[in-house]
C-alpha cells in the first residue's frame, strides 16, 4: 500500500468501516510510514476536538422568548382544536 | 423521565410535557443551528421555528425516530432553508453546482507533526474555540455542513446524504477534504515544529493520471 492509497482509505479507516483484509495492509503502511501515522493521529485528534467542542451558550433572553412563543402557539392551537380536552 | 413518555403527554394536551422537552433539547439544537448557520439572531430563528414546527405537527410525529432525532433533522432543514435564503437560491438546490462533480485535488497533508499534547492544556478554552471556530469557518460551506453532520452531530454518512440532497458518495469525499483541511489548520497551530516531518513520496496517484479526488469518487462508485 502507498501513501496515496492510504490518503483514498482514510475515512473507512477511521469511521472504523474499513474491510479487515484492506485493513491489515493500512495498518502494516501505518508501523512503517510515520507521516502518514501523524496524518491519522491528528485527524482523530480533529474530529474528537470538535466533537468535545464547548457548545454555543443559548442566550437567556432568547430561551425566554422561546418558551413564550411556543406557549402562546400552544394556546392558540388548543383553542381551535374541536375536541377541546386540555389547556396549558 | 423518558424523551418518549413525554412525546406521548404532549401528545395528549400536556403543555408542560412539551416544554420539557423543549428545555431538554435547546440548549443542543441552539448549538446545531450556530454551527449551521454561524449567526446568532438566524440561530435563534432557526431554532424557534423548528421549536413551532414540532408543536404544529406533534400529532404526525409517528416517533419511528427519538424526539431527539426528529428534531436535529427539523433544526437542519430550518438551518439550511436560512442558508439557502442568505444566496438567494431558494428555489435552487444548494448543491446545484456540485453535485456529482467533485473536481480537484484532494489536499495533500502538507504540515505532518505530533501535536505537541493536549489543546485543552496549551490555550485557554476561549482561546481553543476561537482557534476551532476560525479554521471551521474557513471551509467551503459544502464541507464545512458535511462535518458538522456527520462528525459533529454523528449522523450516518446515508442520512447526512440525504439531508443535503447529494449523494453518500460526495459525502465522503467531502467528508475526508474536510477532515484534511481542519487538521492541516489545527496542526499549523498545535503541531510540534521541532518535530516536522516531511514527506518524501507524495502524489502517487499522480502517476496513474487521475487525480486522487477522480480515483476516489470512482472506487466509491464502485463499492
Known amino acids: ?88 | 423521565m423518558d424523551d418518549s413518555v413525554l412525546v406521548a403527554r404532549a401528545k395528549s394536551g400536556d403543555y408542560e410535557a412539551f416544554e420539557q422537552l423543549v428545555s431538554r433539547h435547546e440548549r443542543r439544537l441552539y448549538a446545531l443551528a450556530m454551527k449551521i448557520v454561524r449567526q446568532r439572531e438566524d440561530a435563534e430563528d432557526v431554532v424557534q421555528t423548528a421549536f413551532l414546527d414540532a408543536l404544529e405537527h406533534l400529532a404526525d410525529f409517528r416517533e419511528e425516530a427519538s424526539f431527539a432525532t426528529w428534531m436535529t433533522r427539523i433544526v437542519t432543514y430550518a438551518a439550511l432553508k436560512v442558508l439557502r435564503k442568505r444566496k438567494g437560491l431558494e428555489t435552487v438546490s444548494l448543491e446545484e453546482f456540485t453535485s456529482e462533480n467533485e473536481e480537484g485535488e484532494i489536499p495533500h497533508p502538507e504540515y505532518i507533526a505530533d501535536w505537541r499534547g493536549d489543546p485543552a492544556k496549551i490555550v485557554e478554552q476561549r482561546e481553543l474555540k476561537r482557534i476551532l471556530d476560525e479554521a471551521i469557518d474557513a471551509l467551503d460551506e459544502k464541507y464545512r455542513l458535511v462535518f458538522v453532520l456527520r462528525d459533529v452531530e454523528g449522523m450516518s454518512v446515508e442520512e447526512t446524504a440525504k439531508v443535503l440532497g447529494i449523494t453518500p458518495a460526495n459525502v465522503k469525499v467531502r467528508l475526508l477534504r474536510a477532515r484534511l483541511m481542519l487538521r492541516e489548520k489545527l496542526t499549523r497551530v498545535f503541531g510540534d515544529e521541532s518535530q516536522r516531518v516531511f514527506r518524501s513520496h507524495r502524489h502517487e496517484g499522480d502517476e496513474r493520471g487521475a487525480t486522487p479526488a477522480e480515483a476516489l469518487l470512482k472506487s466509491y462508485r464502485q463499492s
Not at chain 1, 495492509?25 to 502518514?36: T, Y
Not at chain 1, 485528534?45 to 468535545?52: E, F
Not at chain 1, 430561551?63 to 400552544?74: D, S
Request: aromatic residues 6%.
Open chain 1, 1 to 88: 500500500m502507498k501513501c496515496e492509497d492510504l490518503l483514498r482509505m482514510l475515512n473507512d479507516y477511521v469511521d472504523g468501516d474499513i474491510d479487515p483484509a484492506v485493513c491489515e495492509d493500512f495498518e502494516e503502511h501505518l508501523a512503517g510510514c510515520n507521516p502518514c501515522a501523524l496524518v491519522v493521529d491528528s485527524i482523530r485528534k480533529t474530529i474528537t476536538l470538535y466533537k468535545g467542542e464547548e457548545v454555543y451558550e443559548i442566550p437567556l433572553p432568547f430561551r425566554e422568548r422561546l418558551h413564550r412563543v411556543l406557549r402562546e402557539r400552544w394556546k392558540e392551537l388548543q383553542a381551535h382544536r374541536p375536541c377541546n380536552s386540555a389547556s396549558p
